[in-house]
């Protein structure tokens, strides 16, 4: 992967900030983005003392969730356009955030700087996820949540429709998905131990209560780890 052209693929998603519009509104209640985002704020209420980290925050939306909450609370990204906004949301909204521009393969902090490390749906777009999950691995104090897309039908036919696969195409390019096997084999080579897993479903929180045991269900892998 060209790391320049991984970078301006980014550059320029984060030039439509209509991609935060499944954080708000009716992607809330229903949509793969709802399943997953329901399960990680359950984890982050969980949150009281200390400090916090996103990596991979976008517009910051998990990151101004928890500052709100009084905790100093930290977003990194590769993409500036899209930190640009998330620092003007946050300075609105009188939040203590900060936001840096970086890799997510090459963490500029250094070993134990957070209690709590988030990263969702960003580890399936990195060329090096096992480098990601290391470097995961080493800014946690404690605890890290991780979600990423589960090997399903789901983004089989997502990708026959929006390419969801390629950075040459319109999508979200990832480079892969994980089954769950795979990305547990992968965090405990690095050193993490799995607190908790859930599955998050692709209709609604409430669907998810009822059939989140059913494979087909399952679009996304979500874990609550410990170092």
């Known amino acids: 992967m060209n790391k320049n052209k991984f970078e301006k693929y980014y550059q320029r998603e984060g030039l439509k900030f209509g991609l935060n519009d499944y954080y708000i509104g009716i992607y809330q209640m229903y949509s793969s983005h709802a ?11 969980l949150i009281k003392t200390g400090n916090f980290c996103e990596v991979g925050c976008g517009f910051g939306y998990f990151t101004h969730f928890v ?12 993409s500036e356009n899209k930190l640009k906004i998330a620092r003007r949301i946050a ?12 890799d997510a393969q090459n963490l500029d902090f250094k070993g134990n700087s957070f209690n709590w490390v988030l990263s969702s749906q960003v ?3 990195v060329p090096d996820d096992l480098k990601m999950i290391s470097e995961l691995y080493r800014i946690s104090k404690k605890y890290t949540i991780l979600t990423v897309p589960k090997k399903a039908l789901f983004w089989e036919l997502l990708d026959s429709s929006s390419h969801i696969r390629s950075f040459d195409k319109p999508g979200h390019g990832h480079l892969r998905e994980y089954t769950t096997k795979n990305i547990i084999e992968k965090v405990n080579k690095v050193g993490f131990k799995v607190l908790e897993m859930k599955y998050a479903g692709f209709i609604s929180p409430r669907i998810d209560i009822i059939f989140n045991k059913i494979p087909f269900m399952q679009a996304i892998i979500c874990l609550l780890l410990r170092k």
């Open 35 to 45: 399943c997953r985002i329901s399960i990680i704020k359950k984890w982050l209420k």
């Open 91 to 102: 300075e609105k909204n009188k939040l203590n955030c900060k936001f840096y521009r970086m």
């Open 123 to 125: 580890l399936e777009h």
């Open 67 to 78: 500052a709100k909450k009084g905790i100093p609370s930290t977003g990194i990204d590769i």
